[in-house]
């Protein structure tokens, strides 16, 4: 499978705890993104990279949340001090510089947050 | 500020009809790009079209198909010839593009789709 690929699918974690979620895109794609999707509601967006440059980052990442991509593969995604609220399902995606630039998204990581 | 809205939280329909699902935007750019995704089950998000601004022609892409009305500000997804496998989530996402070239998307809130016999 040349999928983009995301591990752990589930975490469940205590509060006050710190997690990380790896990422690893399609091989061929430059850029890749970082969204969390909470329950009833849409993805949003909460980085980007292209390469190894984190190019983007939304106000919803707080000072707790770290984003790497080291040598322009795979990403990680730390939480520090998880909370409640940070419970959501965290998604991957990457893209090429296409015309359209569809992405292309991972099966998510699931934080539960006690 | 963009935004996408759904107002259809869930729609029913019977397996080989035809089901419209409906998307609103708002942004104040001239050129803007429209995606719809599916969401199954199992949580991945699947790319199902995309539709350019400029584009004259609406999109397809086999039994999808959208539905451009720029003046209305709508980019509605058809699906024609339902099928069971059709059951899921579908989200309408707008991008804007941002520094080195990439698409930040907007996504709205859903539409649960379900498809009977």
């Known amino acids: 499978d040349t999928g983009v690929s995301q591990n752990p699918r589930h975490k469940i974690t205590k509060r006050g705890q710190n997690v990380t979620f790896r990422c690893d895109p399609i091989s061929e794609h430059n850029r890749l993104y970082w969204y969390r999707q909470t329950l009833g509601q849409g993805p949003e967006f909460l980085t980007y990279?292209?390469?190894?440059?984190?190019?983007?980052k939304s106000r919803l990442l707080s000072d707790r949340f770290s984003a790497e991509r080291p040598k322009g593969s795979f990403s990680t995604l730390e939480i520090q001090r998880t909370e409640q609220g940070d419970s959501a399902m965290y998604l991957c995606a990457s893209s090429l510089g296409s015309s359209t630039g569809e992405l292309f998204f991972g099966e998510g990581s699931r934080l539960t947050v006690l | 500020a963009q935004k996408i809205t759904q107002t259809q939280p869930g729609m029913f329909v019977q397996e080989k009809e035809a089901v419209t699902l409906d998307c609103t935007y708002d942004?104040?750019?001239?050129?803007?790009?429209l995606f719809w995704y599916k969401q199954p089950s199992s949580g991945e998000m699947i790319f199902l079209i995309y539709?350019?601004?400029?584009?004259?022609q609406n999109a397809t892409e086999g039994r999808y198909s959208l539905n451009f009305q720029k003046a209305r500000k709508s980019a509605n997804l058809v699906i024609s010839a339902s099928q069971l496998g059709d059951s899921a989530m579908y989200f309408c996402?707008?991008?804007?593009?941002?520094?080195?070239?990439?698409?930040?998307?907007?996504f709205g809130t859903g539409t649960q789709l379900k498809v009977e016999l």
């Open positions: 539709q350019g601004s400029y584009d004259e």
């Open positions: 990279f292209q390469n190894e440059a984190q190019l983007e």
């Open positions: 942004t104040s750019d001239q050129s803007y790009g």
């Open positions: 996402a707008m991008r804007e593009v941002v520094t080195g070239g990439g698409n930040k998307l907007t």
